[in-house]
């Protein structure tokens, strides 16, 4: 099991910039992912990334935009937001899963408590 902490999030004006970063703990392998849900919406699949290889997988609407990194040796997860838009207002969550990266929320097991991103036109 891996546990994840999160911080990072708040409030910024369009067109700013926030970083995100999810602490693990445990079995820290595998593959990681950035959720997003909006108020009255479906979670989604923000970015993915393979923890040993670094492989990047990223939603079409963040894409240019976002950055998933990780610390390999501080063990945490980064996700790096630029040029925001107030259609990314949301709450973010990190995630953890087994196995190979996937956009599939119900596939990852460790959830972090979340944090929002609140973006004002």
């Known amino acids: 099991q891996v546990q994840l902490v999160e911080s990072g999030g708040g409030l910024v004006q369009a067109g700013g910039s926030l970083r995100l970063s999810c602490a693990a703990s445990g079995r820290t392998f595998s593959s990681y992912c950035w959720f997003r849900q909006a108020p009255g919406k479906e979670r989604e699949f923000v970015a993915a990334i393979s923890w040993s290889a670094g492989s990047t997988y990223y939603a079409d609407s963040v894409k240019g935009r976002f950055t998933i990194s990780r610390d390999y040796a501080k063990t945490t997860l980064y996700l790096q937001m630029n040029s925001l838009k107030p259609e990314d207002t949301a709450v973010y969550y990190c995630?953890?899963?087994?196995?190979?990266?996937?956009?599939?929320?119900?596939?990852?097991?460790?959830w972090g408590q979340g944090s929002q991103v609140t973006v004002s036109s």
């Open positions: 995630a953890h899963k087994i196995g190979s990266l996937s956009a599939i929320s119900t596939e990852y097991g460790s």
